[in-house]
């Protein structure tokens, strides 16, 4: 046999004389560079036919340097497979109350500041309460007419003098003063407002010196020492979704995530949009969760321990629909790519189970699948 090589002789020299003549004959206006590059690129053009040539002659007469497709593969073993449904949910907190005046006025002094942790009954505002003052000096002058009046009806009622029904008046009127005068004394002891629960002041609404009625609120604390995950989950999940259940739940803007048991699960579904909430409730000592934060509520609704999971990308489908992958075959010393046609299932975060067609312990290709051919030969990295 032709030693291949000995053909590399004479385009090694070609490759010289145009080297020398390059060097020889390098022209400086336009005409001649075209010339030139005319010259070369059909030089080109032979030594790349002669190569092409050359490469298919050496393939006939060595079969086994024919070339083959480079893959990757792994060895499939059956393995735990979940599949999980995303719900999307948020953070709420039972704890978050508006503090009001009972009596209303003028608020003479706010005690606390936006984002002050405060205590239950820690003060939180004072209200002028002049007005009642006035009212109860006013009640407290006619009481003491009363008492009076009541004094001297009472003597003459004793003595048989007088009429019965000028006493009854006039101890009804003592009597109705002194509950008027505990009403307005009940009013001055709320002139001073109460935190009801401890946690932080969220929001200031009305600020010193400004007038509120009775009831209006005057600032809002938040307790987020404890708070809860609320989602709506759709009424076909209600038979897998059970309280007590553990569930995962991430938070995107922390990139957090955690697992906690399903604390409720509603018992009516919402007609408008076929769902049930269910809460979690979740630990916030480090104030981390704030109401309203957005949160993903992972539920598993498929568990296989044993499924043969291939990545997804890998299943390939044929013109007709039918989903196959490619296995190694090993066949003497050479090793080819076989189509397996499969039956695809649940599918889950890039993974895809394979319900028929795979058992374990086959060599998938994995890099270099897509573009092979039954029965290719194949080379493994």
Known sequence: MKNPFLYLLPI????????GEVAEENPQDLAGKQLL????????????????????????????????????????????????????????????VTVSSETGGRIIELAVQEGQAVNKGQLIARMDQES????????QISLDLANEV?????????????????????????????????TLEYQFTKSSVYAPI??????????AGENTAPGSPIVQILNTRNVKVVANVPENYIQVVKKGETVAVQFPALDQE?????????????????????????????????????ATVLINDYSVSDAIAVPIELVQQEVG?????????????????????????????????????????????????????????????
């Not at 009642?132 to 009640?139: H, R």
């Not at 009622?157 to 509950?179: D, F, H, M, T």
Request: with cysteine; charged share 25%.
């Open 258 to 294: 955690r697992n906690a048991r399903v604390s409720e699960v509603g018992r009516t579904i919402n007609p408008g949009n076929r769902t049930f909430n269910i809460e979690i409730d979740l630990d916030n000592g480090s104030g981390l969760l704030k109401p309203n934060l957005l």
């Open 150 to 182: 009541y004094e001297r009806q009472k003597r003459l009622w004793e003595q048989n003098i007088g009429s019965e029904i000028q006493y009854l008046q006039a101890e009804n009127n003592v009597n109705r003063l002194k509950k008027t005068l505990e």
């Open 37 to 96: 590059l005319e010259s070369k690129q059909e030089a080109y053009r032979e030594l790349a036919a002669e190569i092409t040539q050359l490469q298919a002659e050496i393939d006939e007469l060595n079969p086994g340097a024919k070339k083959r497709a480079l893959v990757t593969t792994m060895t499939l073993a059956p393995t735990q497979f979940k599949h999980y449904v995303e719900i999307q949910g948020s953070v709420q907190t039972d704890d978050i």
């Open 321 to 381: 629909g039918k989903s196959f992958v490619y296995v190694v075959e090993t066949k003497g010393k050479d090793q080819m790519a076989r189509k397996v046609y499969v039956e695809p299932g649940r599918s889950y975060k890039g993974l895809i189970v394979i319900d028929s067609g795979l058992e374990g312990g086959e060599t998938l290709i994995l890099q270099g699948a897509r573009g092979l051919s039954d029965k290719e030969l194949i080379t493994t990295s």
């Open 12 to 19: 090694a020299l070609l490759i010289a004389s145009c080297a």
């Open 132 to 139: 009642i003052k006035k009212q109860m000096a006013e009640v």
């Open 198 to 207: 401890s946690g932080v002041v969220d929001m200031l609404i009305m600020k």
